[in-house]
Every structure is written in C-alpha cells, then in structure tokens.
Nanobody, 118 residues
Framework: VQLVESGGGLVQAGGSLRLSCAVSGRTSSIGRMGWFRQAPGKGREFVAAISWSGISTTYSDSVKGRFTISRDNSKNMVSLQMNSLIPDDTAVYYC????????????WGQGTQVTVSS
C-alpha cells in the first residue's frame, strides 16, 4: 500500500485546511485508515481514523468537533477537513493504513506540514 499526502500549508488561527491522502496498491487488504501528527520535539499523536468501508470513525479528544475524516470510495482518497485551527495543531501530518490482518498501522505517507500562526 502506497500513501501520498497533500494539502498542508500555513494558515492563521481560526482558519481551515483540508488534507488529502491518495491510496494505491493492495487497497482490498486495508481495514482502517488513520491520520497522525508529530509536532516539533514531541512524539507521534493519533488524530483520527476511519474504516475502509467508511462506516466508522474515531477522533482524538483534542480535535473532536473541529476535524472530520472522510473517504472517497471512487477515488481511493482519504481526507481530513480541519476547521477552527489553533497553533497547537501545528505539526507534520501523516496518513497511515492498517491492514485487516494487522493490529498496527504498517504503511505511512511522507507527511505534510501544517503550520497555524497565532
């Protein structure tokens, strides 16, 4: 499974950004897609996840109500709509895939930088 993120950038606090993740390869083996982020000097943090069917979603408490994860079945894309951004959302955002036979995310994209200015 190959993943390519896009859509990062610089935005003012209160603004919005939409991240996209193009998925290719053995998509039939994917059970779940997730977004993670890593801020400077911090560990990787879970942001949101969606089942490959698109039926179930989960969010971290820090983004719940502000971010929305979605999946476009026809385009094999997973998106993360980020609204009401705050400076603490500044990080490199990664898309990840978890196979149906695995308990952990094993495929990762290269990451896209999101910077929120105050």
């Amino acid at each position: 499974v190959q993943l390519v993120e896009s859509g990062g950038g610089l935005v003012q606090a209160g603004g919005s950004l939409r991240l996209s993740c193009a998925v290719s390869g053995r998509t039939s083996s994917i059970g779940r897609m997730g977004w993670f982020r890593q801020a400077p000097g911090k560990g990787r943090e879970f942001v949101a996840a969606i089942s490959w069917s698109g039926i179930s979603t989960t969010y971290s408490d820090s983004v719940k109500g502000r971010f929305t994860i979605s999946r476009d079945n026809s385009k094999n894309m997973v998106s993360l709509q980020m609204n009401s951004l705050i400076p603490d959302d500044t990080a490199v955002y990664y898309c990840a895939a978890r196979l149906t036979t695995k308990l952990e995310y094993g495929s990762w994209g290269q990451g896209t930088q999101v910077t929120v200015s105050s």
